[in-house]
């Protein structure tokens, strides 16, 4: 009865598919690039579209609206997909493309389950020259904003910039919990090298005004991957550590090796020479799962290194130092790297570890211009706001303010410290001469005699074994036993975690 209806739909199913037609398909691979369509079959495990019908009609032609969307599973997962079809209009928006990636936002945040966004042109309104096809202006609004604001304190948000990415669609990519960029392919910027000569009088390229070395550089994107297909790994990769909502927990995994295990080489890392570097990522991969660290935002802010890593197969959220950057120090934008890092591990009730060399703030005149201090007291005030439970590991230096951010200090919280420990408001080699100044200068020529004999002294109470004989570190233990100190704790971490959503969240 219904047989030309339904060979209508199958006809305008099929137009669908071909998205912006042959050969702004053949274009699109011409760019290396995948389609929507092919990068939906590469993610998904299985894919169930949504308004595949929306678009624009005439006569017998339906061009098919350049947002896709539904339900899948990725690694198993149930997700919600959103994906630009750069094949038609270049991804920019259309009629249809409001309500679609909407309702994308409002289905996966209401139904709780991770959303992913796959971006892969401007996604906003279109270039001045449909101003003379609608026949008016309009003053800007983001549709479904509130959906998108709303998501990163309710759902993980994972998104993919797979193109030049500008506008709206780079704001998209950015208002999520990971984003992520192919080297080469993707360019993130709030406005093209066209527009920008025009706007600024600057020529620039695509590569030098928002490549992959521009954008991780300035922490607008928290991965990069080497191909699509990577991308999508690492898509799965980051939600394998995430709950499906901020209502549960994190997905505990087959632990990878013994939780047990000792690594007598962590005796060895830390030098006894105290202003020497050393590899704290070697550190990361003795203590956690093995394979487990996955690192975010690397080139972003280096001396604060921000990981995802397991204990016994469950996700923890993990902060370091890397003392060969700025010896560690706290940078402004580290500042930043660490109080967005935290405030997303206390969205997704991840237990954080605190792996702990802070010789303190990053000074002189560059740090005093870029607010370091601002900045770095908004650390510490992410810190003190988590709930989520907390282990300090103290490696080597605890200094200063910057130091203080190492925990939660008015709740319970694990802590330890090496034999290496070294900790203080300011380390004796730089404050020495500061508070001794007056009768240094009166010494004269036994000025240094006078320093060595005040440091040796100083020296004689530095030791951390003094610190914990007035309880003020709780314990230091051998580096061998941190792993198995850490998954003991992470069993009673998982067993308090409370669960729901925790107010507003910033991207």
């Not at 994906?83 to 038609?88: A, K, N, P």
Request: neutral net charge; aromatic residues 6%.
């Amino acid at each position: 009865m219904w047989d030309p209806e339904l060979a209508e739909l199958k006809r305008r199913r099929e137009l669908a598919e071909r998205m912006g037609g042959e050969e702004r398909v053949a274009r699109q691979h011409a760019t290396g690039r995948l389609t929507v369509r092919e990068r939906l079959a590469a993610l998904t495990d299985s894919w169930q579209e949504i308004g595949a019908l929306a678009g624009h009609a005439t006569g017998e032609t339906v061009t098919p609206s350049n947002v896709i969307i539904g339900r899948a599973r990725v690694g198993g997962r149930r997700v919600v997909v959103a994906g630009d079809d750069f094949t038609v209009r270049g991804g920019a928006a259309d009629a249809a493309i409001h309500d679609k990636q909407v309702l994308a936002e409002r289905m996966a945040g209401e139904m709780r389950v991770p959303l992913i966004r796959l971006i892969d042109g401007t996604g906003g309104g279109g270039s001045v020259k449909q101003l003379e096809e609608y026949g008016r202006t309009y003053v800007p609004y983001n549709p479904g904003w509130d959906q998108v604001v709303a998501n990163l304190g309710r759902i993980p948000v994972i998104a993919l910039a797979l193109g030049p990415v500008a506008g709206l669609g780079a704001a998209r990519l950015v208002t999520s919990h990971v984003s992520i960029m192919v080297k080469e392919l993707s360019q993130v910027f709030i406005a093209g090298p066209a527009v920008v000569e025009a706007g600024m009088g600057e020529s620039v390229g695509k590569e030098e005004l928002g490549g992959w070395r521009t954008v991780a550089a300035a922490g607008t994107v928290d991965l990069v991957a080497a191909s699509e297909p990577e991308a999508f790994a690492l898509t799965g990769q980051v939600l394998g550590y995430l709950p499906q909502s901020a209502w549960h927990s994190p997905p505990v995994a087959d632990a990878a090796d013994a939780p047990d295990r000792t690594s007598p080489e962590l005796r060895d890392l830390v030098p006894r020479e105290r202003r020497r570097p050393y590899d704290m990522r070697r550190i990361l991969d003795l203590v956690f799962d093995t394979g487990s660290v996955l690192e975010l935002g690397r080139r972003f802010a280096p001396s604060m290194i921000t990981a995802l890593a397991r204990l016994d197969g469950r996700p923890v959220a993990v902060l370091a130092s890397d003392p060969r950057v700025y010896g560690g120090g706290m940078t402004a934008q580290g500042s930043d790297k660490m109080a967005r890092f935290v405030d997303f591990a206390e969205t997704f009730h991840l237990p954080v570890v605190h792996l702990v060399d802070q010789p303190g703030f990053v000074i002189g005149t560059a740090a005093e211009k870029a607010g370091t201090i601002r900045r770095g007291a908004r650390a510490l005030a992410a810190v003190y706001q988590s709930t989520v439970p907390w282990a300090s590991v103290l490696v080597r230096r605890v200094f200063g303010v910057a130091g203080a951010a190492h925990r939660p200090h008015d709740r319970y919280t694990l802590r330890v410290a090496w034999p290496s420990g070294d900790w203080g408001s300011l380390p004796i080699e730089g404050g020495l001469e500061v508070a001794f100044k007056r009768l240094l200068a009166e010494a004269g020529p036994d000025a240094a005699a006078l320093k060595a004999e005040i440091a040796e002294r100083l020296e004689a109470v530095r030791s951390p074994f003094r610190t914990a004989e007035a309880f003020l570190v709780e314990d230091i233990i051998d580096p061998a036993e941190t792993r198995p100190v850490l998954t003991d704790w992470i069993k009673d971490a998982y067993a308090v975690l409370d669960l729901g959503p925790r107010g507003t969240t910033r991207p």
